[in-house]
C-alpha cells in the first residue's frame, strides 16, 4: 500500500539558509499535517492543511510556511535556518481531518 | 492549551513482565490515540479510541480510555523485546483537526 512519501530524507544546511520539505500523502488523503520533533521530545503540531487551505496552526516560526498543491501535496519552506530548527520533521496525512493519521518517514533536518 | 502528560517517561523492564502506560490530561478528547515510534521513522498507529471507558485489545496490548474522555492507558502483558520503543498518546479536539501529542514513554524490554 502507498505510503506517506516525505523528501528529501536527510537534509544538511546551513545557518541563515532556507530549506523546503516535500510531502506527498496517501492518495485520495486530502488532509496533510506537519510536525517538528526535535531530540527526544515528542512530535509538536506545527501546521496542517484541508483541501489546501490552513486548518489549523501550532507552533510554527513565522520564519517558516506551509501549503498544501493542487495535488495535495504539501512544502514546508523553511528560511533564515537557526540551530534550534535541526530536528526530525513528519508529515502525515488523513481522510477529511478525521480519524486515522499517517506519518511519513520524516525529513532529519541538520542545520550547521 | 490541552497539555497531555504521559507517565512514566522511562520504563526499563525484563522480558515477561507485564507494564502499564499513562497519559492524563485535564481537557476532554474527542478521540485518543496511540502511537509507537522506532528511532528515525515516523509514528505508527496502534489504535484509536473514542468512546468513554472504552477498552481495546490488541494481542498483548489493552488500552483503556477514561469515563471523562480525559486519561488513557496503555497495559503490555509478558513484554517482549519486540516492544522497546517510544510510546505517545495523541489526543483530538472537536472541531479541530490538530492531534496533540503526549510527551512519551520510552520502554526498554531486556531480554
Known amino acids: 500500500a502507498a505510503g506517506v512519501i516525505q523528501s528529501p530524507r536527510h537534509l544538511i544546511k546551513e545557518k541563515r539558509e532556507t530549506a523546503t520539505l516535500k510531502c506527498y500523502p496517501i492518495p485520495r488523503h486530502d488532509t496533510v499535517y506537519w510536525y517538528q520533533q526535535g531530540p527526544g521530545q515528542d512530535p509538536q503540531f506545527l501546521i496542517s492543511?484541508?483541501?489546501?487551505?490552513?486548518?489549523d496552526k501550532g507552533s510554527i516560526p513565522d520564519r517558516f510556511s506551509a501549503q498544501q498543491f493542487s495535488d495535495y501535496h504539501s512544502e514546508l519552506n523553511m528560511s533564515s535556518l537557526e540551530l534550534g530548527d535541526s530536528a526530525l520533521y513528519f508529515c502525515a496525512s488523513s481522510f477529511q481531518g478525521a480519524g486515522k493519521l499517517t506519518f511519513g518517514s520524516g525529513t532529519r533536518l541538520t542545520v550547521v | 492549551t490541552q497539555l497531555l502528560e504521559q507517565s512514566p517517561q522511562f520504563l526499563s523492564i525484563q522480558e515477561g513482565e507485564n507494564l502499564t502506560v499513562y497519559c492524563n490530561s485535564s481537557s476532554v478528547f474527542s478521540s485518543l490515540q496511540w502511537y509507537r515510534q522506532e528511532p528515525g521513522e515516523g509514528p505508527v498507529l496502534l489504535v484509536t479510541v473514542v468512546t468513554g471507558g472504552e477498552v481495546k485489545k490488541l494481542k498483548r496490548l489493552t488500552f483503556q480510555f477514561g469515563d471523562a474522555r480525559k486519561d488513557s492507558s496503555l497495559h503490555i502483558t509478558a513484554a517482549q523485546p519486540g516492544d522497546t520503543g517510544l510510546y505517545l498518546c495523541a489526543g483530538k479536539v472537536d472541531s479541530s483537526y490538530k492531534l496533540i501529542f503526549g510527551s512519551g514513554t520510552r520502554l526498554l524490554v531486556r531480554p
Open positions: 492543511f484541508y483541501e489546501k487551505m490552513q486548518s
